[in-house]
């Protein structure tokens, strides 16, 4: 059992808690409306918090432009020294923000100590990036000139994610930005304050320690106004966006209007081929995580099995079987295999899409359903469920955030990687196979269009080293490992004249 009050007591959650901070410094404006935060898992109150008016929104983004002007000019290094710190605060809260993303948003426990460990990791890996944000040198094609590229920090960050990963997408973007010499403005999803409170508190006291300009992480509790404003503004010169397609789409046009940069990282529709080659054993267990771990409620999250037609019937009952298993209930308990959904909006978009499958012709080998009855009282229990399903259903071409698989057949890998393909959006994808031909097949240029395709792992549950993100309707953008840091700096090429002449570049001439 885990006692939430100490958790809560543990991170500086109070009952009350005030709607923007910048850094040190934690406020609300008069106008700011009170709202109660739910838990999923049990239903009851955590806590209150204020929400930001636009009025908030501006004195915040004004204390985050000061900010910038000393932060960019500290060393990169000395920046990752403070990122390092921040790695090791979150390392000795651990426990209890693992277990505060548990009850807040209802990933069971062990995903809850997974989201820190990757905010951990990433922390890691920015401090070491700190050191190695290189520009290429280049060779001028006039003589006694040299060329180079270097980087330079953006600005103010902004920082929109989603309730499903409460804290982790929040630090994955902010780690690079803050090596990078930018500042952050964070807003949180409105269901999932408590967390972000928790974090910028974490963060406010390495700020504290070190005496960092104040608003180097901001927060800013709020609605879709906020996001809104954050899209408009041109005094933020990048906005990362996690979240729906349908969110992305807004976001991403309001930016491009006024021709900023933005990362989105929108819906998924992954799906694991399974091979006659596949070791089945292992593939159960990649489809079973990557479909109901989370609920079904990560961007990577499994929603299709396209499965050979000679081991679908075999695989199929495998998997059956392995749902009749599964434990849902209190994410908090350590045996739970599923907690619930965000909430009853989710719920009912959980049945919504049930009915239509059905209407649609599709059949459940796995009845869906919510749980009713003791320690269901929130109302947000729901059953992973299985239908089998044809790929052009509107239903499937559609993300659903719940843990509804659709399964399916195929006779050639071919007409497999068309159906795989053949979604609008473009996460990630899996094959399953022991046969290198098939596999390389898979990641060919006539393979996978997903921005993350993997070889007999799961769909979910990526490292933070590799770059995230996917194509199409999933948005483009790429955050975490490799160079999505390159995002968060402008480039700018420089070349320099050590010559006593100015010969111009392509032999033009221009003598008077
Ligand atoms: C998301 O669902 O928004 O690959 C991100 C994964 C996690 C990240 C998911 N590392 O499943």
Redesign the pocket.
């Given at each position: 059992q885990v006692a939430i009050e100490n958790v809560l007591k543990n991170l500086g959650i109070d009952e009350i808690n005030d709607a923007v901070s910048t850094g040190k410094n934690w406020k609300s404006s008069g106008q700011a409306q009170l709202k109660d935060i739910h838990s999923p898992v049990d239903g009851k109150k955590i806590a209150a918090v204020k929400f930001a008016t636009a009025k908030d929104y501006e004195e915040t983004i004004a204390v985050a432009q000061e900010a910038f002007l000393s932060w960019r000019m500290v060393p990169a290094p000395k920046r990752g020294e403070i990122v390092r710190q921040l790695g090791d605060e979150l390392r000795a809260h651990k426990d209890d923000l693992g277990k505060l993303v548990s009850y807040e948003m209802g990933k069971s426990l062990q995903e809850g100590w997974g989201e820190v460990q990757?905010m951990i990791d990433i922390c890691d890996f920015a401090v070491g990036l700190s050191r190695q944000l290189y520009g290429l040198t280049m060779h001028s094609e006039r003589p006694f000139h040299r060329m180079y590229e270097q980087w330079h920090p953006l600005g103010v960050v902004g920082i929109i994610s989603?309730f499903?990963?409460p804290v982790?997408?929040w630090s994955w973007n902010a780690a690079l930005a803050w090596v990078c010499g930018n500042v952050c403005v964070w807003k949180p999803s409105e269901k999932t304050p408590l967390t972000a409170i928790a974090c910028q508190k974490i963060m406010q006291k390495v700020l504290v320690r070190n005496d960092i300009p104040e608003g180097v992480s901001c927060l800013v509790i709020g609605d879709r106004a906020i996001g809104e404003l954050m899209a408009h503004d041109t005094k933020l010169p990048l906005i990362s966006a996690?979240g729906s397609t349908r969110m992305g789409k807004a976001v991403g046009a309001a930016i491009g209007a006024r021709l900023g940069k933005h990362i989105l990282?929108l819906g998924?529709n992954n799906s694991i081929i399974i091979t006659e080659n596949a070791d089945l054993d292992m593939t159960l267990i990649g489809a079973l995580f990557g479909a109901v771990?989370?609920a079904g409620?990560?961007?990577?999250?499994t929603r299709r099995l396209i499965i050979h037609e000679s081991v679908y019937d075999a695989f199929k009952e495998k998997l059956v079987r392995a749902y009749g298993q599964l434990r849902i209930g209190n994410p908090l308990d350590t045996h739970i295999h599923v907690g619930p959904l965000i909430d009853q909006d989710a719920v009912k978009n959980y049945l919504d899409s049930i009915e239509k499958c059905k209407t649609e012709g599709g059949n459940f080998v796995v009845e869906g359903g919510v749980l009713t009855g003791e320690s269901y009282e929130s109302g947000c229990y729901v059953k992973p469920c299985i239908a089998e399903a044809k790929n052009e259903m509107a239903i499937v071409q559609h993300e659903t955030f719940a843990p509804i698989l659709y399964i399916m057949k195929y006779k050639d890998l071919d007409e497999a990687i068309a159906m795989q393909n053949g979604v609008p959006q473009g996460l990630?994808s899996a094959i399953m196979t022991t046969n290198m031909r098939e596999a390389e097949r898979f990641l060919s240029v006539t393979g996978s269009d997903c921005g993350?395709a993997n070889v007999n792992i799961g769909?979910?549950?990526?490292?933070?080293g590799g770059a995230?993100g996917g194509e199409k309707e999933t948005g483009g953008g790429r955050e975490s490992g490799s160079d999505a840091w390159k995002a968060y700096m402008r480039r700018q090429t420089n070349t320099i004249n050590y010559s006593t002449t100015l010969p111009l570049a392509q032999g033009i001439k221009f003598d008077l």
């Open positions: 990757e989603a499903n990963f982790a997408v996690t990282e998924g771990g989370t409620q990560r961007c990577t999250s990630s993350i769909t979910s549950g990526a490292e933070i995230f």
